[in-house]
């Protein structure tokens, strides 16, 4: 799956080999139906924030529906090198966890010179 420059939007500043110490500041949530109340939006973050196996920061995350939201993680080392891992929150008995059953999705983007 490869994921264009306008689906990710992280400062290019903001390498593999530099500590992020601000990376709630720097995630994109996505709703634009506006299915996820605001109240539930720190949640989310936090949850996915402390996803065990998750090793690079959050970049992004997508409301798929009112229980259901996909985690961007990933890396940006240059706007054509950059990857990471998706994972899935799910909404259960009010709260939200980590499926870890879901499938594990790798992205990468890189650009290959001719």
Known sequence: MTLTA?????PLSLCANEQIVVEAQNLQFNDPDKLIEPSQRQEIV???QSIPERKDPVLRIDVVSKTEVDITTGVIRSPFDRGGIMFKLRKVNGKWIYI???LQRSWCEKLIPL
Do not use: T, Y
């Open 46 to 48: 936090n949850v996915a």
């Open 6 to 10: 306008s689906l990710l939007f992280v």
């Open 100 to 102: 870890k059953e879901e």
